[in-house]
């Protein structure tokens, strides 16, 4: 998706320029999770915190163990983003693998969990929309065995089953409860291990897009060292950025629009030029976010 084919907000968000203009100078590293996954709520951020030291405990344990967790979370937090980050943090002493349930098929995923014997060593798996596949009986079928001690008794190995499905981990819950096999399968969850993921605020969007720009600067080899606020705005108050993946992939395409040795980012880099909702935006914002225009937060190390 172009940023030049988003539609402007038409109306002023008081919440969020509030949040930017008392906003000066932001130490990413203060609200870090893990890796570039970051959380501005304090209560999500720890809770958080506390999930990626259970997971890494498990899979550094100097003994054998299996665990299993639950997860759910609103479609667009990030949470194989989140994952991820915590199977890069443990570099190479982690097999990591990763599979969507509901863009696969009986015999894909056979092949899947066969790879997963195959593994040696630490092995961390993440499973997103195990809620999905509703009335098939092999899904689950097919995946208890793996989640029984009994299998790889021997090696550490961390199952994450994540899911978006209701508004809830209790609906989630009745939803996988309501399918062959699903109370059996939540039977290998231990309890402790369910956890709820809060939806992202303006404040996540906003340091997910300062975190995005400041790692698409390194992976291009640019700094970036100050953003403007209204850059932030419209991606935090925009639809068609709403989720943690649609703002890292904008964050990338911004970065590559800036000018040799600018450390900057501009409102006009989220933009090609002549793009129109660039310019009906700004004009929207002469009146409604004046003091955004112009004014930058700087990312402090």
Not at 87 to 93: A, G, I, P, Q, V
Not at 98 to 109: G, M, V
Not at 166 to 179: A, D, F, L
């Given at each position: 998706m172009?940023?030049?084919?988003?539609q402007?907000?038409?109306?002023?968000?008081?919440?969020t320029?509030?949040?930017?203009?008392?906003m000066?100078?932001?130490a990413?590293?203060?609200?870090?999770?893990i890796?570039?996954?970051?959380r501005?709520?304090?209560?999500?951020?720890n809770l958080?915190?506390?999930?990626?030291?259970k997971?890494i405990?498990g899979?550094?344990s100097s003994?054998?163990k299996?665990?299993?967790?639950?997860?759910?979370?609103?479609p667009?937090?990030?949470?194989?983003?989140?994952?991820?980050?915590?199977?890069?943090?443990?570099?190479e002493?982690?097999?990591?693998?990763?599979?969507?349930?509901?863009?696969?098929?009986e015999?894909i995923?056979?092949?899947?969990?066969s790879?997963?014997?195959k593994?040696?060593?630490?092995?961390l798996?993440?499973m997103?929309?195990?809620?999905?596949?509703?009335?098939?009986?092999?899904?689950?079928e097919?995946l208890?065995?793996?989640?029984?001690?009994?299998?790889?008794?021997?090696?550490?190995?961390?199952?994450?089953?994540?899911?978006?499905?209701?508004?809830?981990?209790?609906?989630m819950k009745?939803?996988?409860?309501?399918?062959?096999?699903?109370?059996?399968?939540l039977s290998r969850?231990?309890?402790?291990?369910?956890?709820?993921?809060?939806?992202?605020?303006?404040?996540?969007?906003?340091?997910?897009?300062?975190?995005?720009?400041k790692?698409?600067?390194?992976?291009?080899?640019k700094n970036?060292?100050e953003?403007e606020?209204l850059?932030?705005?419209?991606?935090?108050?925009?639809?068609?950025?709403?989720?943690?993946?649609?703002?890292?992939?904008?964050?990338?395409?911004?970065?590559?629009?800036?000018?040799?040795?600018?450390?900057?980012?501009?409102?006009?880099?989220?933009?090609?030029?002549?793009?129109?909702?660039?310019?009906?935006?700004?004009?929207?914002?002469?009146t409604?976010?004046?003091?955004?225009?112009?004014?930058?937060?700087?990312?402090e190390?």
């Amino acid at each position: 998706m172009r940023l030049g084919t988003l539609q402007p907000v038409a109306q002023d968000d008081p919440k969020t320029r509030s949040l930017l203009s008392s906003m000066s100078n932001v130490a990413l590293s203060h609200y870090k999770v893990i890796g570039n996954y970051t959380r501005h709520d304090e209560t999500a951020r720890n809770l958080l915190k506390d999930l990626k030291q259970k997971i890494i405990s498990g899979l550094e344990s100097s003994t054998p163990k299996h665990e299993n967790y639950l997860i759910w979370a609103p479609p667009g937090t990030g949470k194989t983003f989140f994952v991820k980050q915590i199977s890069d943090s443990l570099e190479e002493k982690v097999q990591y693998s990763e599979i969507n349930l509901a863009e696969t098929d009986e015999s894909i995923f056979r092949r899947f969990l066969s790879n997963q014997d195959k593994m040696d060593g630490p092995c961390l798996c993440f499973m997103d929309e195990a809620d999905s596949r509703k009335g098939e009986a092999w899904l689950y079928e097919t995946l208890i065995p793996y989640l029984d001690v009994r299998v790889h008794p021997d090696r550490r190995q961390v199952f994450i089953l994540a899911g978006s499905s209701g508004t809830s981990i209790k609906e989630m819950k009745r939803n996988i409860m309501s399918r062959p096999k699903g109370p059996d399968l939540l039977s290998r969850i231990p309890q402790g291990n369910e956890y709820e993921i809060p939806a992202m605020t303006t404040g996540d969007k906003v340091l997910v897009t300062l975190a995005s720009l400041k790692q698409a600067g390194r992976d291009v080899g640019k700094n970036v060292v100050e953003v403007e606020k209204l850059a932030l705005y419209y991606a935090a108050v925009t639809p068609e950025l709403a989720t943690a993946r649609q703002l890292r992939e904008s964050a990338l395409r911004c970065v590559e629009r800036m000018p040799p040795g600018e450390d900057r980012v501009r409102y006009d880099n989220l933009f090609s030029p002549g793009d129109v909702p660039s310019k009906e935006f700004w004009i929207k914002a002469r009146t409604q976010t004046p003091d955004l225009i112009g004014a930058y937060i700087r990312l402090e190390h």
